[in-house]
């Protein structure tokens, strides 16, 4: 069975990890970033900055920070949450960054 294709907004990925921080601290989530190739684990939110995000890695005991949202190229998270499904590659929209 193969996976389908969502497309986000960088703005939609922005509300999303702010959502689950405040919401669902439980679900975690990974990211590809532009050039890079997945993050090996799914990572804990810890706080949403005004471009980025703080992530706790759990598996290695670090934090990890993403910049800028903008450099995000998809995304999964590891439960359901709203419209979005687990294990299910989310593209972003780069057409639609701020």
């Known amino acids: 069975m ?7 907004s960088v703005l939609e ?5 702010i959502e689950l921080s405040d919401k669902r601290p439980d ?14 684990h799914f990572m804990r939110i810890i706080i949403v900055t005004e471009g980025g995000v703080l992530l706790n890695n759990e598996v290695s005991n670090r934090l990890v920070r993403v910049y800028d949202l903008g450099n995000v190229m998809q995304f999964e998270i590891d439960r359901t949450f709203q419209n979005f499904k687990p294990h299910n ?3 972003i929209n780069h057409s639609e960054r701020f």
């Open 2 to 8: 193969m996976a389908e294709t969502a497309y986000v």
């Open 13 to 17: 990925l922005k509300r999303l990890l």
């Open 27 to 40: 679900i975690c989530i990974r990211f590809r970033l532009l050039g890079e190739m997945w993050f090996p």
């Open 89 to 91: 590659h989310y593209s």
